[in-house]
């Protein structure tokens, strides 16, 4: 909500100056301000300081995407079905709120400053890049969870750490404007960089922290979440990349270009616009994108596309799934099934209990002659016929049933 007191203030103050404002100032306008601006806000429409312009361009840009974005995942959150999905769209929402709170505090550098924008700015700054990484931070966590046990914490949960975490931001900036404004009785827009710059290293500790929970969620064991975590890296490396530009341009590089108070306002302006597209750009829209995409559907198999290794027949003999000592004991009761029956057709008569009512069958000369093997001991032995066991079976006298010729 760090956005609407931004608005609110803004607003009061653009009414406050127009009802104050005298008749009889009428002084010569800048190009492009012959409209109804006029100072202190001039630097909306001067097309001679055409920074003023770009970045409230690029800033009004800004708030309509976020917005956008914002607006999509409200009205799509029913589609998202899985859980770990759903607990990423908590802190998505926080961190486009401080993208639009960003952009919303660049316009405060776009007006001439007196007390009550100074302090706002002091005070907004590091809360607003807190919340930011704050949420990048919980993002971290989120996908080293993900990474370690398949699961991930509540979106609630993960929403107010990262509000935890940001109002910390919140403390610092307040005391330090109460020593600084209220007990030395400085005015709030007279302040050193360094003690600017000083007031905002938790913001950048918060952003180291987001970069190493961001690298450990690389080395989970879910390769579906990696593609997460490889966005959050960048995002983290490139904002520590920023923050180091613009934190070195503006304690040194304007002091050394010899541009120290005039350069202040639009070094810090550039900074917000460039930070908040490039939280929207390599976080926002790719983890809300992953987000409301549909997951893949489950494919049948092919089973005549013998190139996949899923659906691909076995090559290996039957032999190699059953234990040896089950084989030889098959193999066993399928040789003492044989012998029995020959045994039986040889003498005619019954050869176990299975055949006690039977009569008696006549005697097949061939087939107690010949070793013939069952279909399962076929099987067993890989289409081998073992003639081993054909020496088992005694051959029987050969029987005439007709005259004897001699």
């Keep these: 909500m760090a956005f609407l007191p931004v608005l609110l203030l803004l607003l009061l103050t653009v009414a406050q100056r127009a009802i104050g404002q005298d008749s009889e100032d009428s002084e010569a306008l800048p190009t492009g301000c012959g ?9 909306l429409c001067d097309l001679d300081s055409m920074w003023g312009v770009a970045v409230e361009a690029v800033a009004a840009g800004g708030v309509l995407t976020a917005f956008l974005l914002a607006l999509i995942l409200l009205c799509r959150l029913h589609t998202i079905g899985e859980a770990e999905k759903r607990s990423g769209v908590g802190p998505i929402l926080l961190l486009l709120l401080g993208i639009l709170g960003l952009f919303g505090l660049s316009f405060a550098y776009l007006i001439e ?8 700015q002091r005070a907004l700054w590091g809360v607003l890049f807190a919340l930011c990484f704050s949420c990048l ?5 989120r996908l080293r969870r993900i990474g370690l046990e398949r699961r991930s914490p509540g979106g609630c949960a993960l929403t107010g750490l990262a509000l935890g975490l940001s109002a910390v931001q919140g403390i610092i900036a307040a005391e330090w404007l109460l020593l600084t404004v ?5 005015p709030a827009c007279e302040y050193l960089p360094m003690d600017f710059s000083l007031a905002c290293s938790y913001v950048l500790a918060l952003l180291l922290a987001a970069l190493t929970a961001a690298c450990l969620a690389l080395c989970g064991k879910t390769s579906q979440w990696r593609c997460n975590a490889i966005w959050l890296v960048v995002t983290c490396l490139l904002s520590l990349l920023l923050w180091v530009a613009w934190v070195g341009f503006y304690l040194h590089g304007i002091e050394w270009l010899g541009r120290s ?6 070094a810090l302006a550039i900074a917000l616009v460039a ?3 490039l939280l929207l750009i390599f976080h926002a829209i790719p983890e809300a994108h992953i987000c409301l995409r549909s997951p893949p559907q489950p494919t049948a198999p092919d089973y005549f596309d013998t190139s996949q290794n899923s659906t691909r027949m076995r090559e290996t003999s039957f032999d190699e799934d059953i234990p040896l000592s ?12 044989s012998d029995e029956n020959a045994a039986g057709l040889r003498t005619g008569g019954p050869a176990g209990p299975h055949n006690s009512n039977t009569g008696p069958r006549p005697s097949a000369p061939f ?3 010949v070793y013939q093997p069952t279909e399962m001991t076929m099987i067993l032995n890989g289409g081998a016929v073992s003639t081993s066991s054909q020496s088992q079976v005694p051959s029987a006298p050969p029987t005439y049933t007709g005259r004897q010729l001699w």
């Design 35 to 43: 409209w109804g601006l006029v100072r202190p806000y001039t630097l």
């Design 113 to 120: 400053q007196d007390e009550s924008l100074c302090l706002l």
């Design 137 to 141: 931070l919980v993002q971290g966590v």
């Design 182 to 186: 209220l007990r030395e009785g400085r």
């Design 261 to 266: 108070p005039e350069w202040n306002d639009p």
């Design 275 to 277: 930070q908040g597209w």
């Design 326 to 337: 089950h084989r030889q004991f098959v193999e066993n009761q399928g040789y003492g099934y």
């Design 367 to 369: 087939r107690s002659n």
